[in-house]
Every structure is written in structure tokens, then in C-alpha cells.
């Protein structure tokens, strides 16, 4: 706020002394941003996106649709695109839901990032065994593999820009996570789906995909991955560091990993991001892996009634800091998108305790932008 002499005089008489001396985006009200719009602010720039679930994807939830309508100009399925939501059971495909998302972008003009072919989480176990409850042999799952990619990069090759073909297949000091698809089918599980992705789907850009990728020793080995990919003529396109912070994010470090992405002549995309508030109950094991879970403890839950002004600083400063990086290296990141719309509908109140109350999102509980967004959109405005 601009502190004119009427306001000044205002403050002194009726004594809203805190209200005069705080910037507007400090303080933790929304703002009214009905003027501004993240997409059109960023446009020059890079793509900005959000994740978006099922009752967002058909309109069934009005108040975040107004906000996807006005702010994001592609979108990502939450969870509407995972194997166990498309492919359940052996060859019994169920798309309504993806189909719905593909809809609604593309009659609003959106982009569209699949996420994801291949994981390790929420892959159903019929995946991995054979008709004894075996374990597949690696012919046989290579086929589940390309048959379920051709089904479903496929479905959508015209509509879809870009896939997070695999997900997480690293981990934290760069040696390739123990899961089913490696034990089965081998290092090459990864080099299999790029292969078949790109058949699927000929016009699609194919994204490796992980959170921490900040950590050289995850990034220099995903790095590895897909130089070794390019040399045997597979594509892969760009890294998707999910971006799941906390207040005080890893700047650094994340630099570093961007200057490397760029200069292996590969594309960067920030693709999950939101930063908890919350404290996390094992330092050295943050990130996003999902099989992690603590009971709920109130010392863990600060927040439960709205978040103090302190955090609330340190939310907006890790979220502009971030920004003025992201604007600094603008020429090799191509997208930054965020895990959900508002901090009603946020993985993060669950993870990795159900039931928290975090605030990690830009859009609050009411629907309303967070007084921080404006700022920005004004750094935005700053970079040619
Ligand atoms: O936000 C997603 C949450 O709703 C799901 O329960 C969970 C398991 O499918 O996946 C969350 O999204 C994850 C994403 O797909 C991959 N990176 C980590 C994300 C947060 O867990």
C-alpha cells in the first residue's frame, strides 16, 4: 500500500498501524485479484499449469474451475491418467474421466501433459504377475507395458502435448529405484517406454519425470539416463522436477540442476510444485515419496485454524525467490506447473500424516489468490 498523506493521516486517527506499515502482500488476507491472470502474466516466459482432479476435470467443482479458467494455460491429471485409473484390470480400460479432462481443455484451449505411462505407485499388482499370481516374466510385461501405452498415448496422440513417460524411476543417490519394472524387465524398462511411447504417440514431447532432482547425484544419473537414450536415437525431450519444497527451497542446488538439464540440451519443466508450510517429521527423507506415512501429531499441525503471519512471509518470500529463478533461466525452462488449485485440494494435508491443514498452493480456502500472487505477476512484468 503507498502510504499518501490521507493514508497516513487516516492510520494515525484511527490507529491501524499494522495495517499502514504492511506492504498488502504481506499481510495473510487474499487479495482481490479479479485483474490479474498467472498465464497472461508468464506468457512471454513459460507455460503455467496446474494439476487438476476429477470433479475439476467435469466441472462439477465451479469455484476452482473460475480459477483454471483465468490462471493456467495447461493442465495435468492429478490422478485421472495413472495406470490404476485407466487400466484396472487386464484390458479393462476406463477413460471417462481422462476423456472429461481432455475435453475440457481442449474447449477452453489448453494444453495437456499426461502423467503418467510407467510408475512404481498406483499400478495395480495384476500388472506384475501372471495367471498363477507369479511374477510376470519380462516378455510378458513388456507387453502389458506397450499394449497400455498404445492404449492410452495412443487415445489421445492429437490432443496431448506432452508425457511424463516415467515416473520416479531413481533414487535419492542416483541408483535406479528396486521396483517391479526394473526387477522384471531390467535397466531397459525405461528405454522400452520412451520406445513405445513415441510409437503411440509420434508428435508428443516425452519427459523423464522425479522429485529432489535438485540433488546432483539424482539429476547427474537422470541426466546419464537420457543422454544414453538420445545416443541410441530414443526420444526424450525434457526432466520434470516435481518441485515439492518447503519454505526454505533448495535455490542453490536447483540452480545448478537447471544450468546441467540446458546444458545436455534437454528442456526443464518444473511440474509439481507447492511448498508445505508444515514441518516434516523426517528431515533427510523429504521429497513426494507416497508410501511414507506418520500418525497424525497436533506438534506437526500448527495450523489447524489459519496459518500465523510468520509462515505465511516465509511462503510468499520461498514462493518469489523461486519465481525470480525460474524468470532468471526463462530460455531453458519450458513449463511450471502446479500440484493442485487451492489448498482445499491439496495431496499435501495428507502427506505424510492424514489430516493436516497445510497451505502450500497459491489459491486459498475461499477460492481466493493469495496476496502474494500479485507480486508475481509484477516480478513477471520485470524480464523481457
Ligand atoms: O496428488 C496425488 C494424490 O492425490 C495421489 O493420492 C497420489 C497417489 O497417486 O499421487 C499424488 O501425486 C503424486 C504424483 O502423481 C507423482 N509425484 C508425487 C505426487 C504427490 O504424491
Redesign the pocket.
Known amino acids: 500500500m503507498k502510504l499518501t498523506i490521507t493514508t497516513v493521516f487516516l492510520c494515525l486517527v484511527f490507529g491501524f498501524v499494522s495495517s499502514c506499515t504492511h506492504n498488502k502482500s504481506t499481510s495473510t488476507q487474499a487479495s482481490n485479484t479479479t485483474d490479474i491472470s498467472l498465464q497472461s502474466a508468464f506468457a512471454p516466459h513459460f507455460n503455467i499449469g496446474v494439476?487438476i482432479n476429477t470433479q475439476q476435470a467435469n466441472g462439477k467443482d465451479r469455484q476452482s474451475v473460475v480459477i483454471i479458467n483465468r490462471h493456467f494455460d495447461t493442465l495435468t491429471a492429478?490422478?485421472d491418467m495413472?495406470w490404476e485409473s485407466i487400466q484396472p484390470s487386464s484390458n479393462n480400460f476406463t477413460f471417462e474421466a481422462a476423456d472429461a479432462l481432455v475435453n475440457y481443455a481442449k474447449s477452453t484451449n489448453k494444453n495437456i501433459i499426461g502423467?503418467?505411462l510407467v510408475?512404481h505407485?498406483?499400478t495395480p499388482d495384476w500388472v506384475f504377475e501372471d495367471a498363477n499370481g507369479n511374477l510376470a516374466s519380462r516378455e510378458l510385461l513388456l507387453s502389458r507395458m506397450k499394449t497400455h501405452i498404445f492404449a492410452l498415448a495412443g487415445r489421445y496422440k492429437d490432443d496431448i502435448k506432452g508425457w511424463d513417460v516415467v515416473?520416479?524411476a531413481f533414487n535419492e543417490d542416483g541408483t535406479l529405484r528396486e521396483s517391479k519394472w526394473l526387477q522384471i524387465i531390467g535397466d531397459d524398462f525405461i528405454e522400452k517406454a520412451f520406445e513405445y511411447a513415441h510409437q503411440a504417440a509420434p508428435n508428443a514431447k516425452l519427459y523423464y519425470?522425479d522429485?529432489n532432482l535438485y540433488k546432483a547425484a539424482k539429476m547427474d544419473s537422470v541426466i546419464a539416463m537420457a543422454k544414453g537414450l538420445k545416443a541410441k536415437g530414443i526420444r526424450i525431450d525434457g526432466i520434470g522436477e516435481?518441485g515439492?519444497y518447503g519454505v526454505e527451497p533448495p535455490l542453490k542446488q536447483l540452480e545448478l540442476s537447471i544450468q546441467k538439464v540446458a546444458a545436455a540440451g534437454l528442456t526443464m519443466m518444473i511440474t509439481?510444485l507447492d511448498i508445505s508450510v508444515l514441518k516434516f517429521p523426517d528431515e533427510n527423507n523429504m521429497g513426494?515419496d507416497?508410501s511414507l506415512n506418520f500418525v497424525l501429531q497436533d506438534e506437526y499441525n500448527p495450523y489447524a485454524n489459519g496459518i500465523s503471519q510468520s509462515s505465511y512471509l516465509k511462503l510468499a518470500k520461498a514462493y518469489k525467490d523461486l519465481f525470480r529463478l525460474f524468470l532468471t533461466y526463462r530460455q531453458d525452462i519450458d513449463r511450471v506447473t502446479f500440484?493442485?488449485v487451492s489448498d482445499n485440494d491439496t495431496?499435501r494435508n495428507n502427506?505424510p500424516m492424514n489430516g493436516r491443514t497445510d497451505y502450500p498452493l497459491l489459491f486459498d480456502r475461499d477460492y481466493q489468490a493469495k496476496a502474494f500472487v500479485q507480486d508475481l505477476v509484477a516480478l513477471a512484468s520485470e524480464y523481457q
Open positions: 494439476a492429478e490422478n495413472k502423467h503418467t510408475w505407485q498406483q515416473n520416479e519425470n522429485y516435481q515439492h509439481e513426494a507416497i500440484w493442485g495431496w502427506w
